[in-house]
């Protein structure tokens, strides 16, 4: 079956760093994308890992361990307006992917 | 160009009333997704279509669910009947490799 663990809920402060961890069971897993998606809005991709290490987009980064099954999402000189629902997917067969409950990240001044 | 485009964004209806959702997938995209998603549930796929074909439709919940995918310009997920504990935000989203886009969701309400 297909499984994705990640935390409920987190906070952190405006200007810091936050790291959102998500573990995953999943079949014929091909890949692993994170999405954000804010209150009463549909989910925008963040980023996509297929191989091990580290991916850094800006602001963003996203870590992927195959072997752990294992990833993490990494925010950087947060903003107010990164505060919203954090989504880890793992990807399988054929483009399909099984989310995570989502992460909700409050970000505060 | 634009993205993925649902509608109805709302939908309020009574229990027992048909219910039909459409989508456009953008222009190109070759795999459409219809997923729900409510608070105790999260997101969850229901049908994809890959070439307008239904490849797995297992997270259907039950019959009176059905969704079609006549052309590539467009799907529809219909509820007949519809009963309460259908109410969720539907999405629907497209692909053309890996990444798949949403669009804005059906907000559905069933009293």
């Known amino acids: 079956g297909q499984n994705i663990d990640q935390p409920t809920e987190m906070t952190a402060t405006e200007g810091a760093i936050v790291q959102i961890n998500c573990t995953y069971q999943t079949s014929g897993f091909n890949g692993l994308f994170w999405y954000q998606q804010h209150a009463g809005e549909a989910p925008t991709f963040l980023s996509y890992n297929v191989l091990d290490g580290l991916e850094e987009k800006g602001r963003f980064s996203s870590f992927l361990s195959r072997s752990k099954g294992y990833s993490y999402l990494l925010l950087k000189e947060l903003q107010m307006k990164d505060s919203a629902s954090y989504l880890c997917?793992?990807?399988?067969?054929?483009?399909?992917?099984?989310f995570g409950k989502g992460t909700m990240l409050l970000v505060s001044p | 160009d634009a993205g993925v485009i649902q509608s109805p964004r709302h939908e309020v209806t009574e229990m027992g009333q048909e219910v039909t959702l459409r989508c456009k997938p953008i222009?190109?995209?070759?795999?459409l997704f219809w997923y729900r998603q409510t608070m105790m549930r999260g997101l969850e796929l229901l049908i994809y279509f890959n070439n307008n074909v239904p490849i797995d439709d297992s997270g259907m919940p039950e019959d009176r669910f059905s969704a079609k995918m006549p052309n590539a310009s467009f799907s529809t997920l219909k509820i007949q009947p519809s009963e309460p504990r259908d109410s969720a935000v539907y999405f629907c989203a497209s692909s053309l490799v890996e990444t798949q886009y949403f669009g804005p969701g059906t907000r559905l309400l069933v009293l």
């Open positions: 997917a793992a990807g399988s067969g054929y483009s399909t992917l099984t």
């Open positions: 222009s190109g995209h070759n795999s």
